[in-house]
């Protein structure tokens, strides 16, 4: 069968296909000329030209074939002569090796000495020959075995001439020697590419090994890298080859960063001052090599140049300075002379080697940070040890005592506030004059706004950190420590506050984080002593709520919803204060924890007063909710004891019915205040004995439904649960759980049936609370009665039976998946239609 396209389609169809012809016509127009001109030309044959074919298209035949297309590509030649060179050089190497290592010794040292000259005399010889008939390749192959000759060639000297030298100084005069000659062949043979190179890796190994046949110490192996490093950058700076610069390079990292580490190292190590001037020495001539490669240098290497000289420099300056401090007071030093290289800004170093140091004085900067965040840590986290002794008493050994850390070496981490406080004030100085650091900055660095909030925000943490760790580093009394910290997270409070009116949001979120930080930091320290709890709780309470109060909504739109959100927070967070009081309290007073749940029941009342005198205002909504989180944790609190929940249920359910009286809650917390009540009421029947709820809960259901009849008279718009869903549940759940506890059949029967009715009274009706309300409870009170009849029929069945089953199950619901996934919606539907 034929398929036939459309007109449109097929159309479309004829018009490429026509292109294509017309391409196909034109090349060969264009080949038929080319063939004349062949013809009719005399001499050599022209180069035939190459034509590109027209793309096939796919599925659909091609109208003419390809009869002049090209021949498939034979293998190039010079990737053939390549893999037969390497394969040649190769043999003779293995061939030289062979020889030199077995047959070296059935010969005389004439013989010996004839042999090696001869062929590596050859070797080197003929890579010119081969140069000035342009065969390169075969002069690259054969030079490489000339150096491999030479190499083997020292060796075999060695083992003839001088078998009793050392061989660390026979191994770095040959090493000299070898580059030396590898250097001046390749400067002669300048278009061999391995010669140099080698050279640059022979000239690594002399000044090493020399140091090492002299059997000399530390400081002249740093010595020794450092010079072989000067030379790298000599020879990468004045070549232009990208081989040789590229291994001068290698070389210069390698020998340059061993150097510096080796003198870094001496440095460190050093008894006085007089001990780390040697090393600094070196350590400012490696410094001074880098910046040397660094001017010259492309962009990243000269940035990684001026980081390592500005790195250098430190440690040469900051280890003569520091030889024989104890503790951590070196820090500060390394500190202060990392900023100083902030001075070679406007230096003639070039802008990458210029950001370099300014890269090498922000590296300093950090690690003087990393330094204090051990102590800082233990500040944040020592508190907790708190929550393990609440109201054990003031701790004798002042601020380290409270945090636990009394065992900790302080006198080593001493130094980490004044370095933090250091950094802090560098910042801030760089802040607040901005202009004048980028006008000094110049164009080397030009710093943008996002720099300065970075200082800002910086500044904030530095400064906060190391004010919190005063206390503890001066192991000051535990009464001043939690006054300190207290001050402290009221500060930060009011440094956000203006942030924040001053749209310096990056300050702003800082401070906001350091004030919580420093806020649960001084609750848990204070709840060690109850009298520090009551203060400090006290004190936290009143300042969030005057934050919240301070900070009015400004008009402009976009803002306002910041301040909302932390006007909420800081309320929610008084809120807390205000419960852990509460709780406070009640441990005073001797109550146990369901006894001062009532107590607690107090902050969600205030709360809610404040949210009716806030009414619409944005922060009333989070304030409620958090009051409503307390009076949850009082219910929690009152589990241990039903008479104590049943109270407190009914406590809660009194706010709630109060904040019902409002119309902008009136709808969740009336729904709320039911609950509660019924809750209540459920409870207090369980802890009276009562084994027939009936005769306390049918005179409640009774006119409530009464009353639910004559409001969905008065508003047929009314909602079936608002009219008879708490008359109902009053009865019918207390009921329920009864008819569980009961062995009879009696009480179960007479509930089915009244569920049952209630449940066709809600099909009838339509009615959604009757129906839903009866359709569960009949559910479940018939589970009850068919329980144990079940149980015995699972019992008598084989174990095969029940996976089976289930099986069989799982295959109806999945071969008719789409009928009952419409069968519960319409279900869903309809119950959503009802009232």
Not at 161 to 186: D, M
Not at 527 to 541: D, I, K, N, Q, R
Not at 741 to 762: K, Q
Not at 770 to 794: I, R, T
């Amino acid at each position: 069968m034929e398929h036939v396209p459309p007109p449109a389609e097929e159309l479309v169809l004829l018009d490429r296909e026509l292109a294509r012809l017309d391409l196909r016509r034109s090349q060969l127009l264009t080949r038929r000329t080319w063939l004349l001109s062949v013809l009719q030309a005399p001499g050599p044959r022209p180069v035939t030209p190459q034509f590109p074919h027209p793309p096939a298209r796919a599925g659909s035949p091609a109208v003419f074939g390809p009869p002049f297309a090209p021949p498939a590509p034979p293998v190039r030649a010079r990737s053939a002569q390549n893999v037969l060179l390497v394969l040649g050089g190769l043999l003779l190497t293995i061939a030289a090796i062979a020889f030199t290592l077995v047959s070296w010794g059935q010969m005389g040292i004439g013989g010996r000495s004839a042999v090696l000259t001869a062929v590596t005399v050859a070797a080197l010889a003929t890579p010119a020959v081969l140069l000035r008939r342009g065969l390169s390749a075969t002069a690259e192959a054969l030079g490489a075995l000339a150096s491999v000759l030479m190499v083997l060639d020292a060796f075999a000297l060695y083992l003839v001439a001088v078998p009793e030298a050392g061989v660390p100084g026979y191994a770095a005069t040959a090493s000299a020697v070898l580059a030396v000659l590898w250097a001046a062949y390749g400067l002669l043979l300048g278009r061999l590419r391995l010669p140099l190179p080698l050279a640059v890796v022979s000239a690594q190994l002399p000044l090493v090994l020399w140091a090492w046949a002299g059997d000399a110490d530390a400081l002249v192996f740093a010595v020794a890298l450092l010079a072989t490093a000067a030379l790298d950058c000599a020879i990468a700076l004045r070549f232009k080859g990208a081989a040789v610069r590229g291994t001068a390079c290698a070389g210069l990292w390698v020998t340059g960063g061993s150097g510096l580490l080796v003198a870094l190292v001496k440095s460190l190590s050093a008894g006085g001052p007089a001990g780390a001037v040697a090393p600094g020495a070196l350590l400012l001539a490696g410094a001074v090599i880098a910046l040397a490669g660094a001017r010259r240098a492309p962009a990243a290497l000269a940035g990684a140049g001026g980081a390592v000289a500005g790195l250098a420099a430190v440690a040469a300056v900051g280890g003569v300075l520091t030889a024989g401090v104890s503790g951590g007071w070196a820090v500060p030093v390394y500190l202060v002379c990392g900023g100083l290289l902030l001075l070679g800004v406007r230096a003639p170093l070039g802008r990458p080697a210029v950001r370099g140091l300014v890269w090498a004085a922000g590296s300093v900067t950090v690690a003087s940070v990393l330094f204090s965040a051990a102590p800082v840590a233990v500040v944040l986290v020592g508190p907790l040890a708190q929550l393990g002794r609440l109201w054990s008493g003031t701790p004798g050994e002042g601020a380290r005592g409270a945090l636990g850390a009394t065992d900790l070496p302080w006198q080593e981490m001493a130094a980490a506030p004044v370095v933090l406080l250091m950094v802090a004030a560098a910042l801030t100085a760089a802040y607040r004059s901005w202009d004048a650091v980028a006008r000094w900055a110049g164009p080397a660095l030009s710093p943008g706004p996002v720099w300065r909030t970075a200082a800002a925000t910086s500044a904030v943490v530095a400064g906060w950190a190391g004010l919190s760790l005063l206390p503890a580093a001066l192991n000051v009394s535990y009464t001043a420590a939690v006054s300190l910290q207290w001050m402290l997270a009221a500060a930060a409070v009011t440094l956000a506050s203006g942030a924040l009116r001053r749209g310096m949001t990056g300050v702003a979120v800082s401070a906001w984080v350091c004030a919580s930080a420093g806020a649960v930091d001084v609750a848990l320290l204070s709840l060690s002593s109850e009298p520090a709890t009551y203060a400090v709780f006290g004190a936290l309470s009143l300042l969030f709520a005057g934050a919240a109060t301070a900070l009015e909504t400004p008009g402009e739109p976009s803002r306002s919803a910041v301040f909302v959100t932390v006007q909420a927070v800081l309320a929610c967070a008084a809120v807390v204060c205000a419960a852990v009081l509460a709780v406070a309290f009640g441990a005073s007073m001797g109550l146990e924890a369901y006894e001062a749940a009532p107590v607690l029941l107090a902050v969600p009342a205030v709360t809610a007063g404040l949210g009716a005198r806030l009414k619409g205002h944005p922060v009333a909504l989070p304030l409620e909710l958090t009051g409503a989180a307390v009076g949850l944790a009082a219910v929690v609190a009152a589990l241990e004891d039903p008479p104590f929940l049943a109270l407190v249920l009914a406590l809660g359910g009194v706010l709630a019915a109060g904040t019902a009286l409002r119309p902008e809650r009136r709808k969740v917390a009336g729904y709320l205040a039911t609950a509660l009540f019924v809750l209540a009421s459920w409870v207090r029947l369980s802890v009276s004995g009562v084994s027939s709820p009936e005769a306390y809960t049918l005179p409640v259901t009774v006119p409530a439904l009464v009353i639910g009849v004559l409001r969905r008279r008065r508003d047929s718009a009314a909602s079936s649960w608002t009219a008879y869903g708490a008359g109902l549940s009053v009865t019918l759940v207390p009921s329920l759980i009864a008819a569980w506890a009961d062995p009879h059949w009696l009480r179960p029967l007479l509930l089915g049936g009244a569920t049952l009715v209630i449940t066709l009274l809600g099909a009838r009706l339509r009615l959604q609370a009757l129906l839903v309300l009866g359709g569960a409870v009949l559910a479940l009170d018939s589970l009850h009665e068919l329980a144990p009849y079940v149980v015995q029929v699972v019992g008598a069945m084989p174990r095969w039976v029940a996976p089976a089953l289930a099986g069989v199950l799982l295959l109806a619901v999945g071969a008719t998946y789409e009928k009952r996934l419409r069968d519960a919606r319409r279900l869903r539907d309809a119950l959503g239609r009802m009232r």
